[in-house]
């Protein structure tokens, strides 16, 4: 598929126009104790290299990128949302301004990546997942977390949710990107709205 001029800037619009859905992402429940419980799930049946490059996808303002850091990690962090950014500059944080799809690092960058709820936010999350795996060395490990459609909080629904997908579809996109699945959690909960579920894969790249 050859992509012209025109194309290109129907592309580059388009985002343009979506950028004005994301919003600041402060930590709120149920993602703080989910966050903190999903860490210390992988960190307790996953190595990772002492010191290891982490990004962090839609790091909001920050709270992964504290527990990472805690572990003695060097963690980067990427989000479309500029108060998001500035709040965590001024905490000290390595953060870019970065769209997920186009990321502007090189190959084998990172020794793990953590998307907790930001796939979702990608209208081609499958290309989305290529430039996972080219930034992710051999043997390194994506932990993505995504939301199920049709629950009580109906995630479809939502502003910037362009992409809630089956778990079936979630899982097919994945491995036919080139990840190994290593691992699969469905994670149930109730909140006002009724019952909700998120998805967790652990992946690792060969």
Request: glycine content about 6%; charged content about 25%.
């Amino acid at each position: 598929m050859t992509l012209y001029p025109r194309d290109i800037t129907r592309l580059e619009a388009f985002f343009s126009r979506i950028k004005e859905d994301t919003y600041p992402e402060p930590p709120t429940e149920p993602h703080l104790s989910i966050t903190r419980k999903m860490f210390d799930y992988f960190i307790n049946k996953f190595s990772l290299p002492q010191g290891a490059r982490v990004l962090d996808i839609g790091c909001g303002q920050g709270l992964a990128l504290e527990l990472f850091k805690e572990k003695g990690l060097h963690p980067t962090g990427i989000t479309l949302n500029e108060t998001d950014a500035s709040i965590c500059r001024e905490k000290g944080y390595d953060v870019f301004e970065m769209d997920q799809s186009f990321l502007d690092f090189e190959e084998n960058t990172f020794d793990f990546i953590w998307c907790r709820h930001c796939l979702e936010h990608s209208v081609f999350p499958y290309f989305t997942l290529q430039e996972f795996f080219r930034i992710l060395g051999a043997k390194g490990y994506l932990y993505a977390e995504v939301p199920a459609p049709d629950t009580g909080c109906n995630h479809q629904k939502n502003q910037n949710h362009y992409s809630v997908l089956g778990k079936s579809m979630w899982v097919s996109l994945m491995q036919r990107t080139g990840f190994l699945m290593m691992d699969s959690i469905d994670i149930d909960f109730e909140v006002p709205a009724g019952p909700d579920t998120y998805w967790a894969f652990i992946l690792q790249k060969p």
